[in-house]
């Protein structure tokens, strides 16, 4: 029968108690919310949800073709020249989402004959895009700069190192300085996701490369995400303004794909400008997750030290991971439950947001219905 061998894996993943299943949310919903990405609560903020409309009214419900054709509006633009400004790059250049523009930096600068170096915790974008590159692949261990070291004096020719700048399983930040020194030793170049450390990292959010001291290198390209901070969706690449032609020239997500909705594109400006006049915002989401982290451990609860505005809180299964957000929901708390095979080490984890709207009272709310849940 097609597609039978997709039973035999439902029931695997049901013993393993690995099934995943959609739960959509009201507009309404009166849950606290410490599940989403929108680290700065911005995704509902009237200027946003304002620049999501005019642009629609302006431009229309889609960019109506790829970005070499149609996809392409004044506003793209604009959006590239303020984002590029901004995190401190040359230039910019637009996708339809975060996990498109991963798999067109990565793919696109590592051809033929190169090496790269990936780390052993990077989101599945990353992996997913140093598959599709024509370059050899080598992994390294997690956060480990000497490890990169090594992997580079074995190989000679163009390499590139690949890494995210916040990992969103534990919440902790990749040693970019130290990375971007061993890449020099041998001439690589150095790739980064930042969506974790946009809006919340750096002199008023500019990113993880901004507070390394790196943000504009000639070396260095730095991936973002528009739906995280930003409370819109898409996704870009900035780095020098000969990377990016390239990628325009020659990356197949970009080439190929339809360009970012109008409205999208409207969010996310709206929201990089009220982040530049209210660059706090940045300093509070860090603020909350420190707060949250030492609440909970003063709990007794075996959570991450955070970098950025990501708190994880180890659970003791898969299975009891499941059951304990569960039960969180059913209190009125919404967390992210983080398991097989989307951890790399295999072990589950309640994941929480520390959104910079959140107020003294939520978090002390959240960290009560965590320990009154705990399996």
Known sequence: MAFGWIDEQAALRRRANLVRTLRPRPADSPLLDL???????????????????????????????????????ELHAELERELADFCG???????????????????????????IVSD????????????LARGARQVVGHADPDAVRKALHTHEGPAVVVSDTVFSVDGDAAPLTELAAACRERGAGLLVDDAHGLGVLGDGGRGAAQAAGLAGADDLVVTVTLSKSLG????????????????????????????LAPAAAGAALAALRLLRREPERAARAR??????????????????????????????SPEQ????????????????????PSVPDGISRLRLTARADLTGAEIERAVLVIGETRP
């Open 232 to 259: 819109s969706q898409g996704g870009a690449v900035l780095g020098p303004a000969r990377v990016i032609d390239h990628l325009v020239n020659a990356a197949r997500t970009f080439i190929f794909d339809t360009g």
């Open 35 to 73: 599940a989403s990405n929108d680290y700065l609560g911005l995704a509902r903020h009237p200027e946003v949800t304002e620049g999501a409309a005019r642009a629609a009214r302006t431009w229309g419900g889609g960019a109506t073709g790829s970005r070499l054709v149609t996809g392409t509006t």
């Open 89 to 115: 790059f040359e230039a910019a250049l637009v996708f339809s989402s975060g996990y498109a523009a991963n798999l067109a930096a990565v793919a696109t600068l590592a051809p033929h004959g190169s090496l």
């Open 321 to 340: 991971a499941v059951k304990w957000a569960a039960d969180c929901r059913t209190a009125g708390l919404a967390v992210g439950c983080f398991r097989p």
């Open 287 to 316: 603020t909350v997750a420190t707060d949250l982290y030492a609440r909970l451990t003063t709990a007794g609860h075996e959570a991450v030290r955070p970098d950025a505005a990501v708190v994880s809180v180890r659970a003791p």
């Open 120 to 131: 052993a915790g990077n989101h599945a974008s990353l992996i997913d895009g140093c598959r």
